[in-house]
């Protein structure tokens, strides 16, 4: 039997999400519960047919807020008729310009029963944690970021899954196809692919995987269409509980867009009137906007549908991984990997939204409130984390001066390390300056810091040779170019 697919476009803060409920399906993708004692905690596995591709293990019945093991078992195969399909569904939809549902129907027919979401999202090539993502699996172990809801702004803020999970085995990675994805990045404004949500802030890349490292090579954007399966409920209560916090919230008018727009809190509702919403990682959707069709569709399949692949799956999550690999990617995509946002900052971003310079000093004078409200919470040290990442993802310029300040400021030495360990990655004059103040000081507060000083400015003298190198090296390139185009024209003449 044929899947029965229903859809509905619907408008969340002037953003375009596009609810699908799918009923009748074969069940042949999508994840299910293979947990076997469920007093040891929740495994779910992500499957295509019977093969289990990724386990997320969850070590708590009641760790929603723990992060949670992410591991690939095996690889998704390549001459199969699935990723066919998808290469189909990303062609239509991105290159084509077919419509959303009709690009998708090729997978609908086969994806897992259930209400879902899908939306365009920017990705990010990492684990979250600044380490390449198609090599950072083989082994099963926590992913920061990856708990079910966000640990620094909990259920009541949604945010933006950003970050890949791989489906194909690095293994096998071709030289070939990695070329013929460098000229076809190139050509195009961003590499596009599609990704179905796992868990937290992690999506399973079901397609374009050379594409993607194509574009990390080249500086250009990840866009992916992103399929996430709606599970939760956000009752009257909590949502109210939600309102009453952010309207608590001071808004300034010197937020700009882009801040306002990176802001993943979804304000459904005004604090008068508020009503349950569904939930899923990425937005809060009124039941007011949801037709009845899907909204029942919701309520069926919430709990789980037990497929015809179900029991070889379970079999098969239990096998080692034969996604195994000695490769490694060349050290420019694996330091370009760690200047990418991580899952802190994400958090962070979605928790605050905006920071006033009279926060960020009272916060530099040891303060956790001002006019009477907590600048961002209770606790000191979470706040300055909270602010440093935030600053860091939002606004380069000012982190610089907040973190230097911090680090000057030998009262706060309890949060020197976090912020030292902020700057390693960051290749900056100014950053090494500071390290240098800090290394030639003789203060004893500033002990703990000179071991990372030392190897940030190691590192940063390396970052200096690599950089003077590349350029004599595009400048040796040119002046080749000119004198072939002289000889040519001194060729002519004659």
């Given at each position: 039997?044929?899947?029965?697919?229903?859809s509905?476009s619907?408008?969340?803060?002037?953003?375009?999400?596009?609810?699908i409920?799918?009923?009748?399906?074969?069940?042949?993708?999508?994840?299910?519960?293979?947990?076997?004692?469920?007093?040891?905690?929740?495994?779910?596995?992500?499957?295509?047919?019977?093969?289990?591709?990724?386990?997320?293990?969850?070590?708590?019945?009641?760790?929603?807020?723990?992060n949670?093991?992410?591991?690939?078992i095996?690889?998704m195969?390549r001459g199969?008729?699935?990723?066919?399909?998808v290469?189909?569904?990303?062609e239509?939809?991105?290159y084509?310009?077919?419509n959303l549902?009709?690009?998708l129907q090729?997978?609908?027919?086969?994806?897992?029963?259930?209400?879902?979401?899908?939306?365009e999202?920017n990705?990010?090539?990492?684990?979250?944690e600044g380490?390449?993502?198609?090599?950072?699996?083989?082994?099963p172990h926590?992913?920061?970021?990856?708990?079910?809801f966000?640990?620094?702004?909990?259920?009541?803020?949604?945010?933006?899954?950003s970050f890949?999970v791989?489906?194909?085995?690095?293994?096998?990675?071709?030289?070939?196809?990695?070329k013929?994805?460098?000229?076809?990045?190139?050509?195009d404004d961003?590499?596009?692919g599609l990704?179905?949500?796992?868990?937290?802030?992690?999506?399973?890349?079901?397609?374009?995987h050379?594409?993607?490292?194509?574009?990390?090579?080249?500086?250009k954007?990840?866009?992916c269409?992103?399929?996430?399966?709606?599970?939760?409920i956000?009752?009257?209560?909590?949502?109210?509980?939600?309102?009453?916090?952010?309207?608590?919230?001071?808004?300034?008018?010197?937020?700009?867009?882009?801040?306002?727009?990176?802001?993943?809190?979804?304000?459904?509702?005004?604090?008068?009137?508020?009503?349950?919403?569904?939930y899923?990682?990425?937005?809060?959707?009124?039941?007011?906007?949801?037709?009845?069709n899907?909204?029942?569709?919701?309520?069926?399949t919430?709990?789980?549908?037990?497929?015809?692949?179900?029991?070889?799956?379970v079999?098969?999550?239990?096998?080692?991984?034969?996604?195994?690999?000695?490769?490694s990617?060349p050290?420019?995509?694996?330091?370009k990997?760690?200047?990418?946002p991580?899952?802190?900052?994400?958090?962070?971003?979605?928790w605050?939204?905006?920071?006033s310079?009279e926060?960020?000093?009272?916060?530099?004078?040891?303060?956790?409130t001002?006019?009477?409200r907590?600048?961002?919470?209770k606790?000191?040290?979470?706040?300055?984390?909270?602010?440093?990442?935030?600053?860091?993802?939002?606004?380069?310029?000012?982190f610089?001066?907040?973190?230097s300040?911090?680090?000057?400021?030998?009262?706060?030495?309890?949060?020197?390390?976090y912020?030292?360990?902020?700057?390693?990655?960051?290749?900056d004059?100014r950053?090494?300056?500071?390290f240098?103040?800090?290394?030639n000081?003789?203060?004893?507060?500033?002990?703990m810091?000179?071991?990372?000083?030392?190897?940030?400015?190691?590192?940063?003298?390396?970052?200096?040779?690599?950089?003077?190198?590349?350029?004599?090296?595009e400048k040796?390139?040119?002046d080749?170019?000119?004198?072939?185009?002289?000889?040519?024209?001194?060729?002519l003449?004659?």
């Open positions: 039997m044929k899947s029965s697919v229903s509905e619907i408008l969340i803060n002037n953003k375009e999400y596009t609810l409920g799918v009923s009748n399906s074969p069940n042949s993708f999508g994840i299910c519960d293979t947990t076997l004692h469920r007093d040891k905690g929740i495994r779910e596995t992500f499957f295509i047919g019977n093969e289990a591709l990724l386990n997320i293990i969850q070590r708590s019945i009641n760790g929603s807020y723990y949670e093991i992410i591991s690939q095996s690889p195969g199969e008729d699935f990723p066919r399909r290469s189909a569904v990303v239509d939809y991105f084509n310009n077919k549902t009709a690009s090729p997978l609908l027919d086969y994806i897992k029963s259930g209400l879902y979401v899908v939306y999202a990705m990010i090539p990492t684990d979250g380490n390449y993502f198609w090599s950072s699996y083989m082994i926590e992913f920061g970021g990856s708990s079910t966000n640990t620094v702004c909990r259920k009541e803020r949604s945010i933006v899954p890949l791989p489906t194909e085995n690095f293994g096998s990675f071709s030289d070939k196809l990695m013929s994805a460098n000229e076809r990045v190139k050509k961003c590499a596009y990704c179905f949500h796992l868990t937290g802030m992690f999506c399973a890349l079901l397609s374009s050379y594409d993607v490292t194509a574009a990390l090579i080249h500086d954007k990840i866009k269409l992103v399929i996430e399966p709606i599970k939760y956000c009752t009257e209560e909590e949502m109210r509980s939600y309102q009453t916090s952010l309207s608590a919230e001071v808004t300034s008018e010197e937020n700009s867009e882009d801040v306002q727009q990176d802001n993943n809190s979804d304000n459904t509702e005004s604090a008068e009137d508020v009503e349950p919403c569904l899923s990682c990425r937005v809060k959707i009124p039941f007011s906007k949801i037709p009845n899907l909204l029942e569709r919701f309520f069926v919430r709990k789980g549908l037990y497929g015809k692949y179900t029991d070889t799956v079999y098969n999550c239990e096998k080692p991984s034969h996604a195994k690999s000695k490769r990617m050290v420019n995509v694996l330091e990997c760690e200047r990418f991580d899952f802190e900052m994400l958090q962070s971003a979605a605050v939204g905006h920071l310079d926060e960020l000093d009272a916060l530099l004078m040891g303060e956790t001002l006019n009477g907590y600048i961002i919470n606790n000191y040290y979470s706040s300055i984390t909270i602010a440093l990442n935030y600053l860091q993802y939002k606004d380069f310029n000012r610089i001066g907040f973190v300040s911090l680090l000057k400021n030998e009262e706060l030495i309890a949060i020197h390390q912020a030292a360990s902020r700057l390693q990655t960051i290749m004059p950053i090494e300056a500071l240098k103040e800090i290394l000081s003789d203060s004893q507060s500033y002990n810091l000179k071991s990372s000083a030392e190897k940030y400015i190691k590192r940063y003298a390396l970052y200096c040779e690599s950089v003077a190198a590349s350029k004599a090296k040796n390139k040119k080749s170019l000119k004198r072939d185009i002289s000889n040519e024209l001194n060729s003449e004659v």
